[in-house]
Antibody, heavy 121, light 110 residues
Framework: QLQLQESGPGLVKPSETLSLTCTVS??????????WGWIRQPPGKGLEWIGS???????YYNPSLKSRVTISVDTSKNQFSLKLSSVTAADTAVYYC?????????????WGQGTLVTVSS | QSALTQPRSVSGSPGQSVTISCTGT?????????VSWYQQHPGKAPKLMIY???KRPSGVPDRFSGSKSGNTASLTISGLQAEDEADYYC??????????FGGGTKLTVL
């Protein structure tokens, strides 16, 4: 059974860089049928797609966050990571990693449990 | 890239049917048959309920169905059960490997 687990600091100071890692177990991150993505959810609000990455390193970002986001992949560790720079309180959210299934039409079929990141001094 | 429009809340009694709409544009919902729906219980991760507009993953009850007309997709839940009470989000492909979610709909089972 595929599992995804987010990890990283739960508290980040304003203007600093948020860094999270998603570890994939029960399957290979190098499969040609999947991308890997990050989605966030501010407290009490809806979901927002942040970006996605293929095992080859190809990346796609939400235009509204593109200038601050970097997503990378480490196939040797079966992990992918998110960096969001110059954070503000508006970046406080639960951050989810998810598998983007492209074998059929694209959809997010497996999700991590999510990790709350608070931006505060 | 604006969020898709969903009603903030819907409600229904056990056994009834409810439909949740998801309205976008010709650049997302209307342009592709790549709409998916997610169920989220409080404090939990979203769960895929519908993909490809109307397909159900293994294990999702056939009480859940999806459709699309023009720029609006819909999720219908028939034979409402107490455990269906949750937040529901639609998601659409928006071209160039980008995605947009709806604002979410809170379903209350009366």
């Amino acid at each position: 059974q595929l599992q995804l687990q987010e990890s990283g600091p739960g508290l980040v100071k304003p203007s600093e860089t948020l860094s999270l890692t998603c570890t994939v177990s029960g399957g290979s991150i190098s499969s040609s049928s999947y991308y890997w993505g990050w989605i966030r959810q501010p407290p009490g609000k809806g979901l927002e797609w942040i970006g996605s990455i293929y095992y080859s390193g190809s990346t796609y970002y939400n235009p509204s966050l593109k200038s601050r986001v970097t997503i990378s992949v480490d196939t040797s560790k079966n992990q992918f990571s998110l960096k969001l720079s110059s954070v503000t309180a508006a970046d406080t959210a639960v951050y989810y990693c998810a598998r983007l299934n492209i074998a059929a039409r694209p959809h997010f079929d497996y999700w991590g449990q999510g990790t709350l990141v608070t931006v505060s001094s | 890239q604006s969020a898709l429009t969903q009603p903030r809340s819907v409600s229904g009694s056990p056994g009834q049917s409810v439909t949740i709409s998801c309205t976008g544009t010709s650049s997302d919902v209307g342009g592709y048959n790549y709409v998916s729906w997610y169920q989220q219980h409080p404090g939990k991760a979203p769960k895929l309920m519908i993909y490809d507009v109307s397909k159900r993953p293994s294990g999702v009850p056939d009480r859940f169905s999806g459709s699309k007309s023009g720029n609006t997709a819909s999720l219908t839940i028939s034979g409402l059960q107490a455990e269906d009470e949750a937040d529901y989000y639609c998601c659409s492909y928006a071209g160039s490997y980008t995605f947009v979610f709806g604002g979410g709909t809170k379903l209350t089972v009366l």
